[in-house]
């Protein structure tokens, strides 16, 4: 949860082609939640090959986060780093992101060089995914595309071109953010659809 997710292309420059915040998930095969899904009905042609970096501290800059971790570390001089990651993130995510630090997991806090907190800062506010691909039909949640709006009646959801032709929900060229727009979409369409369909 809280957490920011920043895509840049695939090419040299890094230009960033989506952001948000809100909540991800982590699944056995990828990622998901409200912002993925977000980002695939927006800039789905270009998500392929380039990087996903999750910020999971969106809330500290990286002074503040610096900070944090002095005093984490500091309290827990004597633990490892495999026991004290879980104070700063998930405990399923801890070991990846030491791996991603390059710290190994049985180093003691007390012997995190300045370097070492740097680059654990660093996958902390720029966790790096490569986007290798997309989950395809049979996992698709929203469509994408369909019959264009300016071709239909929206006071009967009828087509301007073949009369008794109505259409409802997400046959229709609308696209709406995650978070119930898709379905207020399909509901709205389809009540006033049908109301027409039982004059």
Sequence with gaps: ????????????????????????????????????????????????????????????????????????????????????????????????????????????????????RASLLKALKGFPLTITGMGGYNEAVVTKGGVRVEEINPSTMESRYVKGLRFAGEVLDCDALTGGFNLQIAWSTGYVAGEEVLK
């Design 1 to 116: 949860k809280n957490i920011s997710v920043t895509v840049s292309d695939s090419d040299k420059n890094n230009k960033i082609i989506y952001e948000d915040f809100g909540e991800m998930l982590f699944t056995h095969k990828g990622v998901s939640g409200p912002g993925i899904l977000s980002a695939t009905g927006t800039c789905s042609d270009s998500l392929v090959g380039s990087t996903l970096y999750v910020d999971l501290k969106p809330a500290l800059n990286a002074e503040q986060l610096d900070a944090r971790l002095v005093r984490e570390l500091e309290n827990g001089r004597s633990k490892q780093m495999k026991n004290l990651i879980g104070a700063l993130v998930p405990a399923s995510l801890g070991p990846v992101i030491l791996q991603v630090s390059g710290i190994h997991p049985d180093t003691k806090a007390a012997e995190l060089t300045r370097e070492m």
